[in-house]
């Protein structure tokens, strides 16, 4: 059982830029998710990157102004959000799963679920 934790959301201007951290108990052999909930809305994914961390997939909202990365010697992943705006203000979770080579934008493949950090976007 990996335990995931969320850290660096918080309020940000339209433009500005956020790193957010997923801290996990173990990441070997995981594929790791970024994804967020608006209020109202559905959960959406955002980015993930596979186990060995050669292989990356981003939601089309985000292509270009987000980055994810992961070091597994500190079981970390991160996620650098750039060009922020108003849109992307949610919650955003991380996740992990094992999807072999590819990872998908889907949450049905991730197991297990961090506790989620907030984003907010507004001047």
């Known amino acids: 059982q990996v335990q995931l934790a969320e850290s660096g959301g918080g309020l940000v201007q339209p433009g500005g830029s956020l790193r957010l951290s997923c801290a996990a108990s173990s990441l070997t052999a995981y594929s790791i998710g970024w994804f967020r909930q608006a209020p109202g809305k559905g959960r959406e994914g955002v980015a993930c990157?596979?186990?060995?961390?050669?292989?990356?997939n981003y939601a089309d909202s985000v292509k270009g102004r987000f980055t994810i990365s992961r070091d597994n010697a500190k079981n970390t992943v991160y996620l650098q959000m750039n060009s922020l705006e108003p849109e992307d203000s949610a919650v955003y979770y991380c996740a992990a799963g094992i999807t072999g080579s590819n990872c998908p934008n889907d949450e049905i493949e991730y197991d297990h679920w961090g506790e989620g950090t907030q984003v907010t976007v507004s001047s």
């Open positions: 990157v596979n186990s060995n961390g050669g292989g990356t």
